[in-house]
């Protein structure tokens, strides 16, 4: 510090050095100079603020007391923390020149400390850039094709319309932000296979990483770690969704010109009584089909506590019941029960709306009349399916002399009541395993000579034929935007076929059941006549009897099915109604577009067109005709909310499963006020 001639010198040394004091300071008699030194850089400063010393806890600034003119003013300087703090200084800001727009820039933001702005890439430099030389270097290294041109030029381009628009910043997904969005597809995907939320943090994120290191390396694959994953925060992503996709729903159903609604009400693994409530609409030019609700009745279960779910979640969602065209239910008109007693209590409330009978229901009841010949035949063949398939031991064993005798098949089915479609399978099945239960079954059993019956197996061979049609039309029925038009078309094929089957078999012509017809190929023989006859008697019966769950009215919404074969004012159409129609049926494009598109997406295309008309068209459209989706909805309940899920809150998952309309995930992370919530 002896060689240090100057305070310019000094103040140099303290702001390009920061050491601590116990370096600098570290003789008594260094300290001292160095002490004096400052006492006079202040002196001579006139007052001015030289130094800070600064501690850990609070900053200190030297206490300058001048006692009188002339003398030197005195400083003190505290030091807890043996540090010089530097001596800051003020950082240099360059101005805008009118003629750097020669170069092509003009200032974005503040005027007194600007950025340099390209006019033509609108490339954003720092005010440190504000330099001609480097603007220039800019404009010929990125934009050599201009580099020639007059200021002019530029000037021009900036008074542009297209450049008076301010910048639009580039928004870029943080990681937080990209990670919260990966969660919540992850967690749809999860909600979509009913899977457990534990395959989240348990499968999934380590399977992405393995995958993301062996494809990329491991830098990347240490991001996955970011996606929460866990059981808690899938849950909570689950009904993020689910609440998305309900009040998509809601506005939906609250902008339609009405909607239909198909219930049901079943028991769940836990023993609580759920009910599920889908309803159709007209939404963008098609008709939906959607999960309106699922909840679970907390008391009894009875036909009030039914409606007043379904009405509370219309009163809370301020939905309409006026708009309500029909209910669709497994109870019919002359059944009295919880279903039948809700169903009553929301035609009171919506005084337009009908109700109908499942269609399904109805053609399962029709089906099981038959003559005590064939029944006996029926309870028969059952019984020896469930001796063998109620006994595991004896399932194994059939299973080894299957394989032993190289049979097609090496089990039974097991049949069920409820499970009707499973009938003509079972039947069907038994009769092509006969000669292994032959070998297989003890003779002690009481049913083992029924195997050795050729009247009980030709019996049993047509029952597998008629059931398995039956299976056909019933699986025909089912589905979505199934409309009443398509069960009563398939219903009048049916009965067609009935009449056309029990002909031939009084001509004992069996060509129309298979399995019948090469049995009797197969033993060269015919059948007899009490087998005929009560062939035949079965199927006029059963002709009957579908004519009694089916009956044949007349129709006056026939012109919904086929508009272009109309010649007569339909009874149903007012006059107005009727001249929309004409104008409809003459309009050629109409015609082209009736014959691509379904029936439900026809007639919505025409609302804009042909209101009057087309909305007529589309109410009678909405009724639902059979209770698959609820059948459907409960078979995938009970995949969802196993034995070892009982305490699982079913209804966001169903919301999800069960609905067509896909969540905005994006709308949902923009909600969030932290977009990386920790589980």
Known sequence: FQHICDTQCLTMFCTTNTLPMDLLLKQGSLKQEVESFCYQIVSESNDQKVGILQSEDEQLQPSVSKKSEGELSRVKFISNSNKITTFSKKPKRRKYDESYLSFGFTYFGNRDAPHAQCVLCKKILSNSSLAPSKLRRHLETKHAAYKDKDI?????????????????????????????????????????????????????????????MRMFDEQYSKKIDAVQLSNSTVARRIKDLAADIEEELVCRLKICDGFSLQLDESADVSGLAVLLVFVRYRFNKSIEEDLLLCESLQSNAT????????????????????????????ASRAMDGKIAEAVTLIKYVAPESTSSHCLLYRHALAVKIMPASLKNVLDQAVQIINYIKARPHQSRLLKILCEEMGAQHTALLLNTEVRWLSRGKVLVRLFELRRELLVFMDSAFRLSDCLTNSSWLLRLAYLADIFTKLNEVNLSMQGKNVTVFTVFDKMSSLLRKLEFWA????????????????????????????????????????????????????????WVRNPFTVTVKPV????????????????????????????????????????????????????????????????YYAATKTKYRKRLDAAPHMRIRLSNITPNIKRICDKKTQKHCSH
């Open 152 to 212: 002019s030029f530029f000037k021009q381009h900036l008074d542009s319309p297209e450049n008076n628009k301010p910048p639009t910043p580039k928004i870029v997904n943080t990681d937080n932000e990209s990670a919260t969005e990966a969660s919540y597809n992850v967690s749809y995907h999860i909600a979509l296979s009913g899977e457990a939320h534990t395959i989240g943090e348990l499968l999934i994120k380590p399977c992405a990483k393995d995958v993301v």
């Open 572 to 635: 149903s159409l007012v006059a107005r109604d009727y001249e929309s129609l004409i104008d409809l049926t003459s309009d050629s494009q109409v015609k082209q577009n009736f014959s691509e598109l379904s029936l439900n997406d026809f007639w919505s295309s025409l609302i804009q067109e042909y209101p009057s008309i087309a909305r007529r068209a589309v109410r009678v459209l909405l009724p639902f005709a059979t209770m698959h989706l609820c059948e459907t909805g409960f078979s």
């Open 503 to 558: 002909s031939s078999v009084e001509e004992e012509n069996f060509d129309c059941f298979p399995t019948l017809s090469d049995f009797l190929t197969e033993i060269n023989s015919t059948v007899d006549k009490d087998t005929c006859s009560a062939i035949v008697q079965h199927l006029r019966g059963l002709r009957s009897t579908l004519l009694k769950y089916f009956p044949v009215t007349n129709d006056n919404n026939t």
């Open 303 to 330: 036909g009030e506590e039914i409606f007043n779910c379904i009405n509370s979640f219309m009163q809370k969602h301020e939905i309409e019941w006026e708009k309500c065209v029909d209910v669709c239910s497994d």
